[in-house]
Each structure stands twice: as C-alpha cells, then as structure tokens.
C-alpha cells in the first residue's frame, strides 16, 4: 500500500517542510507502508486543457501517474489570499475523479494567519467530497510562528497534530481496506 504525500505549491518551503515530517511519522511508526513525497516545485506540468492524456509532457503524465496510483494521500497546500494555489488546483483538474474515489486523504495547509485553517473545511474537503474520498477527520494548520529561522517546526503542538494525522489517515486507510465500502449507485 502507497502514501503519496502531495506539496501542492511551487514557492515557499513550509508546505513541503510539513508533508515531510507527516510521511517521516509514518515511516517510522507503519514501515510496512510504502511512502512517497510529490513535490510540485519538481516537475513543470502543465495546465488542464482536456487533451488526451498522451499529448501531455512528460512531467504532466508523471505527476497523473504518481498520483492516480497511490491508495491513499496527504495532501498539502500554502493559502494565498485566503485559498488554494493554482497549482494545487490545476493537480485536481488533471486527474480523472475516480483516481480518488473511496481513497483517504488528510490535510495539511499553512498560512500566515491562523483564521486560514478554514479554507481546509471550505475548500479542500469540499473537493475531497466532490471525488467522493474519505477525508481524515484531523489535519493539520501551520503558520509561521509554528517554525524558526531555519524553516524548522518549533512548535510541539504542531508536531502532535502531525504524528496524529500520520496516524489517523493509516488508521483509516487500513480500516477501509479490511472494510470495503460498497456504493450502490
């Protein structure tokens, strides 16, 4: 089973700084999981245009690829003016809505006011929704007095929340496995 860690931004270090550490709780405490990292600041893909999958770069089939393979995500983004980027937006636009569906997510933003944890309940789980995934009821908010200098996560009450998301979405993901849902459409 595959967690793929998403840094849904291509500026700023913080986002990926708390993905990581998300991804090192899990290694550590479930080391039968396979964890991978997506960084977005990796990889020049492409906006969304509805052309044919193969008529994308290669970068673009890559990051549709990682993504629609995982089991399950932790997903992570900076707020900007009080929303998501465009490139975590435009990630949500290329994969098809069943890559997602019936699949844990859990959350992860940071912001430089604390009132920015809402877009998480206004914006990210509605879309979670939309691909009808399971979302962990726990995510995690970092703003910046949360890190030093150095980018290094300071706060302790920052580092509980991300061993608890770690976790909750396993706990999920493998509850679920052992417990399929089955949707009557």
Request: charged share 25%.
């Amino acid at each position: 089973m595959k967690l793929l860690g998403i840094s849904g931004t291509i500026i700023g270090a913080k986002t990926g700084i708390v993905i990581r550490k998300v991804l090192e709780e899990v290694r550590k405490k479930h080391p039968d999981i396979e964890v991978e990292m997506l960084d977005m600041m990796d990889y020049n893909v492409e906006f969304c245009d509805g052309r044919p999958l193969e008529k994308y770069s290669d970068d673009t089939r890559a990051v549709i690829e990682k993504v629609s393979s995982a089991d399950f995500y932790v997903i992570g983004t900076p707020i900007f003016q009080g929303s998501i980027p465009g490139v975590l937006k435009n990630l949500f636009d290329l994969i098809h809505p069943d890559a997602f569906r019936n699949k844990v997510m859990g959350f992860v933003a940071n912001g430089g006011t604390y009132q920015h944890f809402l877009v998480i309940e206004n914006q990210l789980k509605p879309i979670a929704s939309y691909f009808r995934a399971f979302v962990a009821p726990a995510y995690v908010y970092a703003n910046y007095d949360h890190f030093n200098k150095e980018n290094e996560i300071v706060d302790e009450g920052l580092l509980n929340r991300i061993s608890y998301l770690a976790d909750e979405v396993v706990h999920m993901h493998k509850s679920l496995k052992v417990n399929p849902v089955k949707i009557v459409e």
